[in-house]
């Protein structure tokens, strides 16, 4: 029986230039008929779930190690007489370094595999971490120093999500991407749960160098069980062969990106995570300050963990929130809208209470619904790269991070101007607000969830016979 099947959003990448053989035995037709998922070997699903488990510890001590600074911050700022603008300065510096590595990571990514890259960068950000006490004492003007080694740091930790985004979309079937996203996302809330009650109760006892040491040399630990168990002692190595000619992905063309970046879903999902990754960043660098200023006889652990507590369940909710929406046969279209309105729309409206909020448990209450709802963009937009274009995931995801990561700096910095210039917290948390109700409108009204990695003018049609 000959059934005429037309290519669509579920043919192979047109963009991808890749070369069409003649139809074999059974009347399949060559290049164009083979799947995605015939080029890239899924993990089955034991192997996947061992993976999971690495990788969200993988990002929870990530955290640590990016939240020990603004941890620390208050201690370090009292210690070498940092005024507000140069504690900004030296919190929004990471995200500086944030920008530059985050489509390099995901290029390499695609070209050579995501773990190398996660091994490679943990080790070295993880050992940075370590050696940031050292650069403080030993430098005759910390802020220089300090502002140095934020910046390194977000150079090296740079390539994590993009290399997340390229192994999930290599390596994981999209009936459980959303899962796999979302959890290893909560790790970033894990991570600075565990900072914030871990570290803050170091930081009264050991003073704030114990927290760079302890988390950067649990990092490093991390970054070799995973060389030793996982990749079974392979040394990652990266070469200009293996990107030049090696890869799990295939070249994309210059004139290829420029058509992908024309498409207004991708616009959309990009403007769109700039401004959810802004408002994080700002809340996760200036959240410890606010409370110490706001309520300065709080104790440290409850506002530095309470949030993050709420934070992991809701995480792994919005993963298997969206798995079912497409288990249910609902359109990937509604299930990146509905779970984009939760975290950008909701999440929103408990910022603006904090606007008005006097009591210290109030305060928590609001933070922890703001974290909570936050966090079902990792289901949402996070996967919603993956479904656009899965040829390049790594990289535009990249894209998207360097985006964010940019309008991070200046929210970070322009944060700590606006709290010097106004007195007022309700500045700053009217802003983020603005800055997610403008991400949830433009993903509302051109995001798609339909693959445009493929050039759909040139779908065609072949006989395969059952």
Same mark, same amino acid.
């Given at each position: 029986?000959?059934?005429?099947?037309?290519?669509?959003?579920?043919?192979?990448?047109?963009?991808?230039?890749?070369?069409?053989?003649?139809?074999?035995?059974? =009347?399949? %037709?060559?290049?164009?008929?083979?799947?995605?998922?015939?080029?890239?070997?899924?993990?089955?699903?034991?192997?996947?779930?061992?993976?999971?488990?690495?990788? #969200?510890?993988?990002?929870?001590?990530?955290? &640590?190690?990016?939240?020990?600074?603004?941890?620390? %911050?208050?201690?370090?700022?009292?210690? *070498?007489?940092?005024?507000?603008?140069?504690?900004?300065?030296?919190?929004?510096?990471?995200?500086?370094?944030? &920008?530059?590595?985050?489509?390099?990571?995901?290029?390499?990514?695609?070209?050579?595999?995501?773990?190398?890259?996660?091994?490679?960068?943990?080790?070295?950000?993880?050992?940075?971490?370590?050696?940031?006490?050292?650069?403080?004492?030993? &430098?005759?003007?910390?802020?220089?120093?300090?502002?140095?080694?934020?910046?390194?740091?977000?150079?090296?930790?740079?390539?994590?999500?993009?290399?997340?985004?390229?192994?999930?979309?290599?390596?994981?079937?999209?009936?459980?991407?959303?899962?796999?996203?979302?959890?290893?996302?909560?790790?970033?809330?894990?991570?600075?749960?565990?900072?914030?009650?871990?570290?803050?109760?170091?930081?009264?006892?050991? =003073?704030?160098?114990?927290?760079?040491?302890?988390?950067?040399?649990?990092?490093?630990?991390?970054?070799?069980?995973?060389?030793?168990?996982?990749?079974?002692?392979?040394?990652?190595?990266?070469?200009?062969?293996?990107?030049?000619?090696?890869?799990?992905?295939?070249?994309?063309?210059?004139?290829?990106?420029?058509?992908?970046?024309?498409?207004?879903?991708?616009?959309?999902?990009?403007?769109?995570?700039?401004?959810?990754?802004?408002?994080? @960043?700002?809340?996760?660098?200036?959240?410890?300050?606010?409370?110490?200023?706001?309520?300065?006889?709080?104790?440290?652990?409850?506002?530095?963990?309470?949030?993050?507590?709420?934070?992991?369940?809701?995480?792994?909710?919005?993963?298997?929130?969206?798995?079912?929406?497409?288990?249910?046969?609902?359109?990937?279209?509604?299930?990146?809208?509905?779970?984009? *309105?939760?975290?950008?729309?909701?999440?929103?409206?408990?910022?603006?209470? #904090?606007?008005?909020?006097?009591?210290?448990?109030?305060?928590?209450?609001?933070?922890?619904?703001?974290?909570?709802?936050?966090?079902?963009?990792?289901?949402?937009?996070?996967?919603?790269?993956?479904?656009?274009?899965?040829?390049?995931?790594?990289?535009?995801?990249?894209?998207?991070?360097?985006?964010?990561?940019?309008?991070?700096?200046?929210?970070?910095?322009?944060?700590?101007?606006?709290?010097? %210039?106004?007195?007022?917290?309700?500045?700053?948390?009217?802003?983020?607000?603005?800055?997610?109700?403008?991400?949830?409108?433009? @993903?509302?009204?051109?995001?798609?969830?339909?693959?445009?990695?493929?050039?759909?003018?040139?779908?065609?049609?072949?006989?395969?016979?059952?």
């Amino acid at each position: 029986m000959a059934i005429l099947q037309k290519h669509g959003k579920n043919s192979s990448p047109d963009l991808v230039c890749l070369k069409e053989t003649p139809p074999d035995k059974t =009347g399949v %037709a060559g290049g164009h008929q083979k799947k995605w998922s015939e080029q890239n070997t899924n993990w089955p699903r034991p192997l996947a779930r061992i993976w999971t488990v690495v990788l #969200l510890l993988g990002t929870c001590l990530l955290y &640590c190690a990016r939240v020990a600074m603004p941890i620390c %911050a208050v201690s370090m700022a009292e210690k *070498f007489k940092w005024t507000k603008r140069e504690q900004g300065m030296v919190l929004g510096s990471f995200f500086w370094g944030y &920008c530059f590595t985050q489509v390099l990571g995901g290029y390499v990514s695609d070209r050579v595999g995501g773990e190398k890259v996660l091994l490679l960068s943990a080790a070295a950000w993880g050992a940075m971490t370590a050696f940031t006490p050292v650069l403080a004492h030993f &430098c005759s003007q910390p802020i220089f120093s300090m502002t140095l080694a934020r910046f390194l740091m977000g150079l090296l930790q740079g390539v994590h999500y993009p290399s997340l985004a390229s192994l999930c979309s290599q390596k994981v079937v999209e009936s459980e991407r959303g899962f796999l996203m979302s959890t290893v996302g909560s790790g970033s809330y894990l991570g600075t749960l565990v900072i914030g009650g871990a570290g803050s109760l170091m930081l009264d006892l050991y =003073g704030w160098e114990s927290v760079f040491y302890l988390s950067g040399l649990l990092s490093v630990l991390w970054a070799y069980c995973m060389w030793k168990y996982l990749l079974k002692g392979e040394g990652p190595i990266i070469t200009l062969e293996s990107l030049g000619n090696g890869g799990p992905q295939p070249k994309l063309t210059k004139r290829h990106w420029l058509r992908l970046f024309k498409q207004p879903a991708v616009c959309a999902v990009i403007i769109t995570h700039l401004c959810t990754a802004s408002t994080f @960043f700002t809340l996760l660098s200036w959240l410890p300050t606010y409370f110490k200023d706001t309520f300065p006889d709080a104790k440290g652990w409850v506002f530095n963990v309470i949030p993050w507590f709420v934070a992991i369940p809701s995480s792994l909710l919005s993963g298997c929130l969206s798995d079912h929406l497409i288990s249910q046969g609902k359109a990937a279209d509604v299930k990146c809208f509905f779970i984009s *309105f939760f975290s950008m729309g909701v999440s929103s409206v408990f910022t603006l209470l #904090l606007c008005g909020t006097n009591t210290f448990p109030t305060a928590v209450a609001f933070v922890s619904a703001t974290m909570g709802f936050t966090t079902f963009s990792h289901s949402g937009v996070s996967v919603n790269v993956q479904d656009l274009a899965p040829s390049c995931a790594g990289a535009l995801f990249g894209v998207m991070n360097t985006c964010g990561a940019f309008s991070g700096v200046l929210m970070v910095y322009f944060s700590g101007y606006l709290i010097e %210039a106004t007195g007022s917290w309700a500045s700053v948390f009217a802003l983020i607000t603005v800055v997610n109700l403008v991400g949830l409108v433009t @993903f509302l009204a051109f995001a798609e969830a339909r693959r445009v990695d493929i050039d759909t003018s040139k779908a065609r049609y072949h006989n395969i016979h059952i």
